[in-house]
């Protein structure tokens, strides 16, 4: 809380994104949003359509789920002509630091 009130700069090579509570990550990391990145990862879409095609997902769930992942880093979203969007996984992993004490 103390970054984002602005009293605490990360440094480089401290976390880059913070959740308020473990069931909030556990939320976005579940196994189908995990499957997802993977397939992502794996095919490279060049469309939103072409991922909801290949995953059997609605795209405008998909949409909304891909949002919310861009939101936290977990996905890159890029906008293309006639409102296409691309999204790419710009990692292999992600990793969580959980403290046992506050």
């Known amino acids: 809380m103390t970054i984002a009130r602005g ?3 990360p ?3 401290e976390p880059k994104v913070w959740f308020t509570s473990t069931e909030s990550f556990a939320k976005v990391s579940s196994n189908k949003n995990r499957a ?3 397939v992502i990862s794996a095919i490279h879409p060049s469309s939103l359509q072409e991922l909801a095609d290949r995953t059997g997902r ?3 769930n998909l949409s909304r789920t ?3 992942m861009e939101h ?3 996905v890159r ?3 293309g002509e006639r409102g296409r969007i691309r999204p790419e996984v710009p990692y292999q992993s992600i990793s969580l630091e959980l403290p046992f004490s506050g």
Do not use: D, E, V
């Open 7 to 9: 009293k605490l700069k």
């Open 11 to 13: 440094q480089a090579h």
């Open 36 to 38: 997802l990145l993977a």
């Open 58 to 60: 609605k795209a405008s």
């Open 66 to 68: 891909l949002r919310t």
């Open 72 to 74: 936290y880093g977990f």
């Open 77 to 79: 979203l890029h906008r």
